[in-house]
């Protein structure tokens, strides 16, 4: 079950600092790709020596958080919620078209407070308890063609964070758990919640390939498709599955803002 942390933290007390204030309200949250992207059409781009052509991009947030205070610079975690109280959260999950400029919105309307702003902000890339020892849900599907100096890869990819993502030598539920490898965090960018308007999240697929080497991915001999392992352990997994998956869970990809026209 995942776990509801803004009014553990928000109206409990929940050994959370600080106070909120202002209104509380439900807004509508929506999330999209990039703004110049063309609605049905692939996102085209450059990275590195490639010339990708991508034609499939969805992503699933299980949750979105927000908290009035931004960690000190250079301070380590230690676990998987931001220190502070948190003002805002949506526990509807969405699965968002990357290739789509146009605000799709969660299921649910997200519940926060107007005061104080928050600070910075979670994304949650599970598909049920952030803390279970598996999840198979796919994250991050992804398909295309790249175009480079050494020829051309017809590619795709599905990123899950599950059992294959548990750091060796850990212990679910602790410091360095699992739920550390399905949180984004913290991404920070202040946001002040208004009594009209709602918050858009927009989703850059192409961030998602920084330092991708296509020529460095294993093929099927019978499709030709170039294929991102989802296994950190295999052979062919590093480094553009590493790549793949260390961008996803970077904050390069993900903007916030309050839009009035939500």
Known sequence: ????????????????????GG????????????ADATPGAPLVFTTGAFSVTLTEAKLHVGAVYL????????????????????????TAALDVDLLDPAPQRFPQAALGVTEP???????WLTGGDI???????????IAGT????????????????????????????????????????????????ESTGGLLLRIDPRLLFVDVDFSQLGSDPTTGVYTFSDDPGAPGYAPAGQNLYG????VGPYRFGWEEDL
């Open 131 to 141: 803390n279970a020892p598996d999840d198979p849900t796919p994250i991050l599907q």
């Open 67 to 90: 908290n009035q205070a931004a960690p000190a610079s250079g301070a380590q975690a230690t676990d998987c919620y931001l220190p502070g109280t948190y003002v805002a959260e949506e």
């Open 117 to 123: 702003p928050a600070l910075a902000e979670q994304l």
């Open 146 to 193: 790249a175009d480079g100096p050494a020829g051309t890869f017809p590619f795709q990819g599905t990123v899950t964070i599950g059992a294959n993502r548990v750091p060796a030598g850990t212990v679910v539920g602790g410091g360095d758990s699992i739920c550390r490898q399905r949180i984004v965090s913290p991404i920070q960018q202040p946001v002040t919640l």
């Open 247 to 250: 961008n996803l869970r970077s």
């Open 23 to 34: 209104q509380t309200l439900r807004f509508p949250l929506a999330a999209a790709g990039p």
């Open 1 to 20: 079950m995942r776990r509801a942390i803004f009014w553990a933290c928000l109206v409990l007390g929940g050994g959370c600092a600080g106070g909120t």
